[in-house]
């Protein structure tokens, strides 16, 4: 099973900062990785696809990049509705792997 | 718009069975399949299965076979997810998610927690 790597495990981050999460494939996974957002007793919510495309509603500042093992989520100016886990995750033929989260937290 | 509800919280002694219930409304629910994700208590996502509203073919998480069941009901929008001998590590909050065609989770329902305790 490919395993996906996410880095860090928590940031620390001030208002306005530019952020940037890693996700790392042990295995080529193409571009099929997306980006979740998850706050603390909701459903996690579609950010980014296809490595690269965002998901219809979701602010500019989010973006995506990489392919094949190493894939970035960069958050270009940190709001305060920002602050949440994020998660990458892959599809491989019949299964979905998620990263372990990254947790943003106000610096 | 597009909603994905989900039945109540359960509460299971170990050993029992689950069935977790989503009704899909906003979409044509057989051009799209259902993917199943737990999270147990301060933990991360884990993808559990995958089911196609289009003809019932599923796939499951490897960890999960032979205990996990997932369906639809055509007739009434609505998928299932069926976990049996249940253990204290399945508690968790379960949810449901729409597969888009490019195989991300773009909808979700609101979570269903199963507490399996004795």
């Known amino acids: 099973d490919i395993q996906m790597t996410q880095s860090p495990s928590t940031l620390s981050a001030s208002v306005g900062d530019r952020v940037t999460i890693t996700c790392r494939a042990s295995?080529?996974?193409?571009?099929?990785l997306a980006w979740y957002q998850q706050k603390p007793g909701k459903a996690p919510k579609l950010l980014i696809y296809?490595?690269?495309r965002l998901q219809s509603g979701v602010p500019s500042r989010f973006s995506g990049s990489g392919s094949g093992t190493e894939f970035t989520l960069t958050i270009s100016s940190l709001q305060p509705d920002d602050f949440a886990t994020y998660y990458c995750q892959h599809y491989d033929s019949y299964s979905w792997t998620f990263g372990r989260g990254t947790k943003v937290e106000i610096k | 718009q597009v909603q994905l509800v989900q039945s109540g919280a359960e509460v299971k002694k170990p050993g029992a069975s689950v069935k977790v219930s989503c009704k899909a409304s906003g979409y044509s629910f057989t051009s799209y399949g259902i993917s199943w994700v737990r999270q147990a208590p301060g933990q991360g996502l884990e993808w559990m299965g995958r089911?196609?509203?289009?003809?019932?073919?599923?796939d499951y998480a490897q960890k999960l076979q032979g205990r996990v069941t997932m369906t639809t009901d055509t007739s009434t929008s609505t998928a299932y997810m069926e976990l049996r001998s249940l253990r204290s590590d399945d508690t968790a909050v379960y949810y449901c998610?729409?597969?888009?065609?490019?195989?991300?989770?773009?909808?979700w329902g609101q979570g269903t927690l199963v507490t399996v305790s004795s």
């Open positions: 295995q080529s996974v193409s571009s099929w």
């Open positions: 998610a729409k597969v888009t065609g490019i195989v991300a989770l773009d909808y």
């Open positions: 089911i196609s509203a289009y003809n019932g073919n599923t």
């Open positions: 296809k490595a690269s």
